[in-house]
């Protein structure tokens, strides 16, 4: 089992930019990929950005893509979500995942672990 702990959400203007970090810890080598989900009131949470472990490839979301910026630190265990230029429809929480199992990237099957989430909130 890998726990995952997320932090750096809160309140941000319009435009501004946020920071998100997950750490992981447990059977980390299990993990071959990271990833960023959001779900916003009333919608079903969607994929947001990814990263390889191994290699650090990444693929986005065309919603956030230009703007946002995954990246991982694999020393100390933690992938980050670096969020510039924000909008109102950035609104959601924030859920790391990660995973090795099989299934597409922009899905939540490869991804057997989650954290609580971190709320995200850029107001106009």
């Known amino acids: 089992q890998v726990q995952l702990v997320e932090s750096g959400g809160g309140l941000v203007q319009v435009g501004g930019s946020l920071r998100l970090s997950c750490t992981a810890s447990?059977?980390?080598?299990?993990?071959?990929?990271m990833a960023w989900f959001r779900q916003a009131p009333g919608k079903e949470r969607e994929f947001v950005a990814t990263?390889?472990?191994?290699?650090?490839?990444?693929f986005y979301a065309d919603s956030v893509k230009g703007r946002f910026t995954i990246s991982r630190d694999s020393g100390k265990n933690t992938v980050y979500l670096q969020m510039n230029s924000l909008k109102p429809e950035d609104t959601a929480v924030y859920y790391c995942?990660?995973?090795?199992?099989?299934?597409?990237?922009?899905?939540?099957?490869?991804?057997?672990?989650w954290g609580q989430g971190t709320q995200v909130i850029v107001s106009s």
């Open positions: 447990g059977r980390t080598f299990s993990v071959n990929r």
């Open positions: 995942a990660a995973g090795g199992g099989p299934g597409f990237y922009y899905t939540e099957a490869p991804y057997e672990s």
């Open positions: 990263i390889r472990w191994s290699g650090g490839s990444t």
